[in-house]
């Protein structure tokens, strides 16, 4: 059973993910502001005093909040684990000698994003450069990316060839012989390109923007 004081802070911590305190958020629901102050949680002979279902259905409909996200502000789970992952630029992730053979990036030194744990999976971030992936990525976007990760029709990709030229695409078909790319952008032409020529591929898991 859920406690006076779980929901207080669960209200509390609503509040605070969307930049307000408590009173703002009231005002937001269209409440009185002081319908969340601390001194009105408690009455004046001790007895707790909790807030009506209809208050806490309109600051949720206020910020956009299902009831199982405010569940999860009830009893918050434990953040989960994070993982420093290399951060590669660009003109970086065309240079070969700074990966190794199963398209990692070599040695150490690189700067670091903090990532959740993505378990055994191999990870690590490159920074987009140049409009050639717009309106999907954009300059400055850090993707995401994991070589181990398999890959199949629809996925997006960053391909590294031997001579050092880096795309992002998206992966069409896929043979013994050759790789088919789709270009994220119509102003750039679509790539048939043979597997002999590529150093590696790395599946975009996610993009931070």
């Not at 949680?41 to 009831?67: F, M, Q």
């Amino acid at each position: 059973m859920l406690t006076h004081t779980q929901i207080w802070a669960a209200i509390d911590r609503l509040a605070e993910a969307n930049g307000m305190s408590a009173s703002g958020l009231a005002r937001r629901a269209g409440l009185d502001a002081t319908s969340f102050n601390k001194s009105k949680r408690v009455a004046s002979d001790g007895r707790e005093r909790w807030p009506s279902s209809e208050s806490i259905a309109k600051i949720l409909a206020a910020t956009g909040t299902d009831l199982h996200g405010f569940v999860d502000l009830v009893e918050p789970s434990a953040p989960p684990p994070r993982m420093a992952v290399p951060l590669v630029g660009w003109a970086q992730a065309g240079s070969g000698g700074l990966f190794t053979e199963d398209g990692m990036p070599a040695g150490s030194g690189w700067e670091e994003i903090a990532f959740p744990d993505a378990g055994p999976d191999k990870l690590f971030a490159v920074e987009v450069s140049g409009d050639s992936m717009e309106p999907l990525y954009r300059d400055g976007d850090i993707l995401i990316v994991s070589p181990d990760a398999g890959i199949r029709r629809g996925d997006r990709v960053v391909v590294r060839l031997h001579n050092g030229e880096v795309m992002a695409k998206e992966l069409e078909r896929q043979t013994l012989r050759n790789v088919e790319l789709r270009s994220l952008n119509s102003a750039h032409p679509n790539r048939m390109i043979p597997v002999s020529d590529i150093s590696w591929i790395a599946r975009i898991m996610w993009v931070r923007q």
